[in-house]
């Protein structure tokens, strides 16, 4: 007998004791076992790798949100390419090597997705074969058993993953896949399968979903997520993009939701990015640091122009930039750019 068929005799007997033990462990729908035990069993598998820094690690079930247009599908498509590469955005960690994605696409066209990822249709952008897209299938029937394309996709959704060997998951966009999440029945449902594929295929999730209209003068919570409450109960981390003040294309990504890290890129570090298109490729750049505060509108003014000229108005009063950042809420760092912006 060679040593391959020895091994595989080996890990037969290794798999059928696990199940046991599985076994006897199970009462009902717990499964119960000494603490110490289950620190043995969790100390057999590996450490999880970053996947986008501190915001989304590996086996993890993550939900990115923001407000309509802010970028949401872009940064999702740049950290698939770069899951699927193996390769590290710029300003952010990856930990883990190149693996396999499957990007569920209900937003975009395959020309929508061509556009953005070209030079006017011309030089298009070289995506790694690690990368699969999936958009519906316009001429399925569905099933008996199916009442909604929803529910044939939650059904099928493991086997999926599993014939293609997926490693990632991205879903773009849970508003499209479940357009009632609002309502707690329809969440805890969908959720609880993200949930427990994470577990049975040992996968990594990025779910997409929108914010209702909030007020952006105001921190982003969770409470901005919409269907927040069972939503964050089911996820094991969330981050979220937030809207600057500061210019047209600056965007900001905030922790909302972290269990495998303290939260590193709270409100007084986030991370500011430009929405840039890098001939083919339309990227979320790494700017800083800074402090969100800096990033809101302020309540009192309604626009940029509004917010400058109040600025002017306060040098010309002879105020400092940290009286001034005080005045308009935001820091001095900020009067300080806006100034050089402004040649003030």
């Not at 790694?128 to 909604?148: H, I, M, V, W, Y």
């Not at 959704?157 to 309502?183: F, G, R």
């Not at 329809?186 to 577990?199: E, F, G, Q, S």
């Not at 840039?276 to 626009?303: Q, R």
Request: proline content about 2%; aromatic content about 8%; some cysteine.
């Amino acid at each position: 007998m060679n040593d391959s068929a020895i091994q595989k005799i080996a890990d037969d007997i290794q798999s059928n004791e696990s199940k046991l033990e599985l076994s006897a462990a199970t009462q009902g729908c717990l499964i119960i076992k000494k603490t110490k035990k289950w620190i043995e069993e969790a100390k057999k598998r590996p450490i999880p790798n970053m996947l986008f820094s501190e915001f989304w690690y590996e086996n993890e079930l993550c939900i990115l949100f923001a407000d309509t247009n802010l970028g949401k599908s872009i940064l999702a498509v740049q950290i698939a390419d770069s899951l699927s590469k193996g390769k590290p955005i710029y300003g952010f960690k990856l930990e883990a090597k190149p693996k396999k994605v499957l990007y569920l696409d209900f937003e975009l066209s395959d020309k929508q997705l061509e556009n953005r990822y070209s030079l006017d249709y011309t030089k298009h952008y070289s995506f790694s074969d690690n990368f699969l897209r999936a958009e519906l299938n316009s001429e399925l029937t569905l099933p008996k058993g199916c009442n909604t394309i929803e529910d044939y996709i939650c059904d099928t959704l493991e086997q999926t993953v599993d014939h293609n060997d997926v490693e990632v998951l991205i879903i773009d966009n849970l508003t499209y896949l479940n357009n009632d999440n609002e309502k707690a029945k329809y969440a805890l449902h969908l959720m609880k399968v993200l949930k427990k594929l994470t577990k049975s295929a040992s996968i990594s999730i990025l779910v997409l979903s929108h914010t209702p209209k909030r007020d952006n003068s105001k921190p982003l919570t969770k409470n901005d997520l919409a269907g927040s409450k069972m939503l964050m109960n089911f996820c094991d981390s969330s981050f979220a993009i937030g809207e600057s003040s500061q210019t047209h294309n600056y965007r900001y990504l905030k922790q909302i939701k972290q269990r495998n890290t303290e939260q590193l890129y709270h409100s007084s570090n986030v991370i500011v990015c430009s929405i840039e298109k890098n001939i083919n490729f339309l990227t979320f750049n790494f700017i800083e640091f800074d402090e969100e505060k800096s990033h809101l509108k302020s309540p009192v003014l309604g626009s940029l122009e509004d917010r400058d000229d109040k600025m002017i108005k306060l040098i010309k009063d002879g105020l400092s930039n940290v009286k001034i950042g005080e005045e308009l809420g935001i820091s001095e760092s900020t009067v300080r750019k806006r100034r050089k912006k402004l040649n003030l």
